[in-house]
């Protein structure tokens, strides 16, 4: 059962309780009517209604970012609010089923004891939402940690393997004779994409432009390798800069071109690169190398292929849910196009 299911299904088993119980409660003292018993049923819908109303706004301005002082604070006024709110309510469906008793639900003592105990159902919702909230947000991060770990480690050994570290330092060597100044870039380039690996630490995200950066190093360096052979192309709109993306995603899917693409071609071939925005302010990060998919691959753990594409749609599903999308294809005969949609808001969970 995803959130949104459970989080339907506690409010109506919690509002529809609370109207078993005030009805049981009401038949204690005596027969009780069926438009008493609606009345009950009424409120809860109300309250349940309310009570959403105030999730709404929870999720809105994003209460779950406040510190501790202003959450109470805020949360102590909005349970006031619904209280108030709620009296009111009682008030208006009694005279909307015709049970309003003036002289007994207009008394201060039945007042007060009506808010205080709206107060207090309004409080146990409040504690029950936010457990909820935090135990849930608090696995989902204890699966994040995990992944972007494994992600970490995967990357590292990707980019500090033998081989890896055997072609940049070989490409590196070759262009100390002939171009010094060409090779100190070519250190720099190894240094700054050393550096952020490193430094990617377990950010859920980070800026486009950084890991922009750190993949026109990392192809910067397979040009001197491939030389002629790998050709590059960018089409990156401004927009796309003011978007976050997860750490080391469009590098993977490069490397991936790289490796599964253009280097098994004896002429070589192209790594273009565009990123652009869409209409409903989401990111559209597309990949598209020389090469062809004689099958689609697998995305489990342990990728046969050896196309390391589980770890992106992994991240991408526990960061956005199903508001992201992935998909690898054949364009043509010469060209593999590999697309990523990520959505442009604030990381949070339900």
Known sequence: MNRIRLYWFLQIVGWGGFALVTIALASLTGEIASVQVWAFIVLAVTNLISSHFLRHVVKEYNWFKLSIPQLLFQSFLAIVALSLANFVA????????????PAEDFKVLVILSNIFLAFLIFALWFVIYFLVHFLDNYNTTLKYEAKINEIRLNHLKSQLNPHFIFNALNSVRAL??????????????ISNMLRFSLMMDKKQTIDFGDELNTVKDYLELESIRFEERLNVVY???????????PPMMLQTIVENGIKHGVSNLVKGGTIEIKCREGLNDDLYIQVKNSGQLTHQPTLNAQDEQGHGLSNTVQRLKLIYG????????????????TEIKIPKQKVTFE
């Not at 002939?178 to 380039?189: G, L, Q």
């Not at 992201?324 to 010469?334: D, L, V, Y």
């Open 322 to 337: 199903d508001k992201a999308s992935f998909r690898i294809f054949n364009s043509g005969i010469q060209f593999v196009i």
């Open 176 to 189: 100390v004779d002939e171009d010094p100044i060409k090779a100190k870039t070519a250190i720099t380039r």
């Open 90 to 101: 009682q008030i208006l469906i009694n005279i909307a089923f015709g049970i309003l008793n």
């Open 235 to 245: 089409h990156i709109e401004d927009e796309a800069f003011s978007y976050k993306i």
